[in-house]
């Protein structure tokens, strides 16, 4: 289920580049994913703030599409949007060894 959801997130940012969102008269992909997919606004921007970090985070995104990270640790990796990828080396350690709780902890400080 996570690779599924890694590939639709892709889509999701794919889709956002090519204003997809503006066929159906929509706003933004955010105005989309309420209209299209019933997600509460608060959960498209979460989603839509993830697919796009994603796309610049190859490390996290890799262990996201073979399924070995969850989503819940993946959206808490990518709250930091200025690291590297020797940053994201160390979260993906935490994220191997601990919860997405314990992740959101890590991010925290």
Not at 58 to 63: A, H, L, N
Not at 78 to 101: F, M, W
Request: hydrophobic share 50%; with cysteine; proline share 1%.
């Amino acid at each position: 289920m996570d690779a599924a959801e890694a590939h639709w997130l892709a889509m999701l940012a794919a889709f956002d580049l090519r204003e997809g969102w503006k066929a159906d008269a929509m706003l933004s992909a955010v105005d989309w994913l309420e209209w299209a997919c019933g997600f509460a606004r608060s959960t498209a921007k979460e989603r839509l703030r993830v697919a796009h970090e994603l796309r610049r985070r190859p490390s996290i995104r890799e262990r996201f599409t073979a399924g070995m990270v969850s989503y819940s640790k993946v959206r808490a990796m990518t709250r930091i949007t200025d690291g590297d990828d020797t940053l994201d080396q160390s979260l993906l350690a935490v994220a191997d060894a601990g919860t997405a709780a314990d992740l959101d902890r890590a991010v925290a400080r």
